[in-house]
């Protein structure tokens, strides 16, 4: 999601603003308990528990969260997360903007995908996204998607119309 698309929004390396400021206590707080809130289901999380997720916040439609809203929640997760005292990477993050959107009513999607860069490093990433847009985790370009509703229901209509 490009964040210079709202005039509400400080771009990428900006600081925020004074007029920020109202809009940045609310989300920055909520934020910070959704963020808790998901360390403390990861405790008990589990992988299969992703496409539960899942198919539980796309049962959410209906008219949903602004873009406004949108891309302030992609802006404060990780600002805020970077400055926890505790572990809050990718899933955290993800797993905190789903409960986030699912609370406006919005639906999404956690997605996870790997990598395997020339240089023989794995890596693994998870990411959120809402109406194809990624909210929380990033540029994913370079990741192949290894879960995800959207993309095994889009594998398995290939696959069947080419039997």
Not at 35 to 52: E, M, Q
């Amino acid at each position: 999601m490009n964040l210079a698309q709202s005039p509400h929004i400080p771009k990428t390396g900006q600081k925020p603003a004074l007029k920020d400021l109202p809009w940045l206590t609310v989300f920055a707080t909520r934020g910070f308990w959704e963020l808790v809130r998901a360390r403390i289901a990861f405790a008990r999380f589990k992988a299969k528990d992703i496409p539960i997720r899942n198919r539980e916040a796309k049962n959410n439609l209906s008219a949903g969260a602004s873009p406004a809203d949108i891309a302030r929640i992609s802006y404060v997760l990780p600002r805020i997360s970077d400055r926890l005292p505790w572990r809050s990477d990718c899933l955290i993050q993800a797993i905190a903007g789903q409960n986030w959107l699912s609370g406006l009513k919005a639906a999404s999607e956690i997605q996870i995908g790997v990598e395997n860069p020339s240089d023989g490093q794995f890596g693994a990433h998870a990411w959120l996204v809402h109406d194809g847009e990624v909210v929380t985790g990033g540029e994913v370009d370079q990741y192949d998607i290894i879960l995800a509703e959207s993309t095994n229901a889009d594998d398995s209509v290939e696959s069947d119309a080419q039997r």
